[in-house]
């Protein structure tokens, strides 16, 4: 854990990565509630479109939620355990809104996830470079 205070940009990763949590477990809560609250899903097609849906929303419960608070917590403690949460969670959002805009594509619209979630992806993009040139702050490649 080094002492140094984090940079302006270090201080924007981390308060966009707690935007990202509360707007994830908000959409989540929503989505969960709206899919899965109200009972089985009858149609195959459908069920078949909530199961990647679930998975989704499992995956981010599970990983991105809690990477996203490590990430707050630690990048504004300037701590490597932050760093490498930051860049975790860069790196699930790189590949969760590659799955999402493909699958969007292919389907012919734009989900309400991919809409609320892609300024984030790319937002990651940026995050990742700015977290790799920073790394030596974080005790981080020495």
Excluded: E, K
């Excluded at 701590?79 to 930051?86: H, N, V």
């Excluded at 012919?108 to 995050?127: C, D, E, K, M, N």
């Amino acid at each position: 854990m080094t002492t140094a205070s984090p940079s302006a940009g270090i201080r924007t990763i981390a308060i966009v990565n707690a935007v990202a949590a509360v707007l994830t477990v908000a959409f989540w809560g929503l989505a969960y509630a709206r899919l899965f609250a109200a009972g089985a899903i009858a149609d195959p097609v459908a069920h078949a479109a909530a199961s990647t849906t679930l998975g989704f929303l499992v995956g981010d419960v599970v990983w991105s939620v809690p990477l996203l608070v490590v990430s707050v917590a630690g990048l504004w403690r300037h701590t490597s355990l932050g760093w490498l949460a930051g860049q975790m969670v860069n790196a699930l959002w790189a590949y969760s809104m590659t799955v999402i805009l493909v699958r969007d594509a292919y389907v012919g619209r734009l989900s309400p996830g991919a809409v609320l979630f892609a300024p984030f992806g790319l937002f990651a993009l940026w995050a990742a470079v700015h977290l790799w040139r920073n790394r030596t702050s974080f005790g981080v490649g020495r």
